[in-house]
Antibody, heavy 122, light 107 residues
Framework: QIQLVQSGPELKKPGESVKISCKAS????????MHWVKQAPGKGLKWMGW????????TYADDFKGRFVFSLEASASTANLQISNLKNEDTATYFC???????????????WGQGVMVTVSS | DIQMTQSPASLSASLGETVSIECLAS??????LAWYQQKPGKSPQLLIY???SLQDGVPSRFSGSESGTQYSLEINSLQPEDEGDYFC?????????FGSGTKLEIK
């Protein structure tokens, strides 16, 4: 069955870095784009961007340019999110989400990781 | 950016009732809209895409419709497991944007 399994919770100090992984199984990893979504505590969903799992090309939403990096370990069917110079406002749950197959490449998400809670606190 | 104005922020309804949740897009998104359900501590689950297409495995009591830039999610015959948060998401243009969410409580 299709699964996206993310790494465990993280507790970091401001200024540190964190790397979150999202391991896919049950399908051909490079056939489906992977998106990243942020959810601050008690808040809604915010789209961070996506990575083309075939070419490795990332695209970032404006609010996530600079300190955020999407990467792949395609041989391990894994997508990664790295956040550097962490700030208190980065405290959130981060989800990876697979773009479902549609003939026009519409960005709907049919499978999600379980989410990774990142807490930034001094 | 396309703003998705979602209402109501919360609602409470009884078992068996029908409820409706709305999302108003700030510009035409040409039916490029999805609805997700999220339960506490869990990841979102896709319910509806292309405004009215039911995702595989989702009960038929969920339905989506549109009128201009207004999109609606209707849940018929409410069940206890329908309690949770609901979000709309436009997929017409980057950046993808979500509505602010609706918290549904089953009385």
């Amino acid at each position: 069955q299709i699964q996206l399994v993310q790494s465990g919770p993280e507790l970091k100090k401001p200024g540190e870095s964190v790397k979150i992984s999202c391991k896919a199984s049950g399908y051909t990893f490079t056939d489906y784009a992977m998106h990243w979504v942020k959810q601050a505590p008690g808040k809604g969903l915010k789209w961070m961007g996506w990575i083309n799992t075939y070419t490795g090309k990332p695209t970032y939403a404006d609010d996530f340019k600079g300190r955020f990096v999407f990467s792949l370990e395609a041989s391990a069917s894994t997508a990664n999110l790295q956040i550097s110079n962490l700030k208190n406002e980065d405290t959130a749950t981060y989800f990876c989400a697979r773009r479902m197959y549609t003939t026009d490449y519409s960005d709907y998400f049919d499978y999600w990781g379980q989410g990774v809670m990142v807490t930034v606190s001094s | 950016d396309i703003q998705m104005t979602q209402s109501p922020a919360s609602l409470s309804a009884s078992l068996g009732e029908t409820v409706s949740i709305e999302c108003l897009a700030s510009e035409d998104i040409y039916s490029n809209l999805a609805w997700y359900q999220q339960k506490p501590g869990k990841s979102p689950q896709l319910l509806i895409y292309y405004a009215s297409s039911l995702q595989d495995g989702v009960p038929s009591r969920f339905s989506g419709s549109e009128s201009g830039t207004q999109y609606s999610l209707e849940i018929n015959s409410l069940q206890p497991e329908d309690e949770g948060d609901y979000f709309c998401q436009q997929s017409y243009k980057f950046p993808l944007t979500f509505g602010s969410g609706t918290k549904l409580e089953i009385k």
